[in-house]
């Protein structure tokens, strides 16, 4: 009999106080009566040779550039209020900064994105997140780093670096990957956190397989803890990092989370680290958990019937792992997938994933 994990999805959003409820309907008040028929509008009659003329389609793009500008600071407005959201392009006021994140969430977004361009896009948005957590976050801690070069003329020579020191920060940090569109991520974010590291510090790997279980009466978010790799002594007075690039709803961490609780496991601390936030579920989490720091390169405003984020960027997994077109792989299968390059590029982290999963 398969052991499992579950908790409702209805149990996540009963913390929602009524002010928090009427924010939220406006913004997708907001997002349905104005953006959703301007995009309408700029798709109508595609594929059916169906053309608006060129004074109506720019008047269309102005609507819709003006309704943005509004949900953007109706977003800021409602995370500025919260301590433990940080978004990379709200916590900024350098413009330069702000134009790189918004032209990388545009290439992630665009359906004209390629699988492995998408994959080049997420790596440099997790080098950016690295620096939020890590680094902007305590901006005085500094460290050095001698570099022994190849030119020994007229003896070995040594260079001197002065670099941001991560060393404490990242003492007893463990990943906690939820399968498929996270493992990726994870893998980027323990390699920048090899590379910070004067020791060449290296992560453990926490595994769990997460799932939603429609089936029911009410949605559960399930774990499967048979198909689960962790050691407890790893994630106890842990800092426990979990880099999936989309934050929907928040019952997947919710579920991880309050199953370490019933098992004992006290992280001493858990930083949720994203390309995309649906605000809805930012909010979840900043009510049910609030000493959990959730960090992302961008809020967008609302969940479809589906519980995909909009404006989104579609399936994430899919999208930098390619679809399964018989069965769901494993996760060596997956790692095998990523080419030659990635796994020599990641191969530490591989083998630690290889001795979580094998023992």
Known sequence: MTQTYSIAAGEIESALSKEDREALREIAELYQDQILPSSAQL??????????????????????????????????AMVGR????????????????RGEVSRLIAKLRSTQTRQEEFTYYIQRAYELLFKQVFIRSHPAERNYILAETPVTDPCPNYAVHRVPSVDRQIEKTVMCVMLR???????????????YSSSSHMTPFALF?????????????????????????????????????????????????????????RPRKVSLIHVITNLSGAINIARVIPWVSLYTLWMDPMLNEHSYIMPGLGDAG???????????RNLIQLIADYGSNISSLYRRQIRCIEQSVLG
Request: proline share 5%; glycine share 8%; charged share 30%.
């Open 209 to 265: 397989r997460i799932k939603r279980d429609e089936e029911g009466p009410e949605l559960n978010y399930v774990i499967d803890l048979d198909h689960s790799y962790f050691r407890k002594e790893d994630l106890a007075d842990a800092h426990l990092l979990f880099a999936d690039p989309m934050h929907a709803t928040g019952g997947s961490i919710l579920t991880i989370l309050r199953y370490l609780e019933e098992m004992n496991i």
């Open 318 to 328: 899919d999208r930098l792992n390619g679809v399964d077109l018989f069965q769901p």
């Open 181 to 195: 569109g996270a493992l990726l991520p994870s893998m980027i974010l323990s390699k920048e956190i090899e590379e």
């Open 43 to 76: 798709a109508g009659g595609r594929g059916q040779g169906l053309m608006m003329v060129k004074p109506e389609q720019d008047a269309v793009k102005e609507e819709l550039i003006r309704s943005y500008e509004l949900l953007g600071k109706k977003i800021e």
């Open 82 to 97: 919260e301590p433990n959201l940080h978004v990379y392009s709200f916590d900024t006021e350098n413009e330069e900064q």
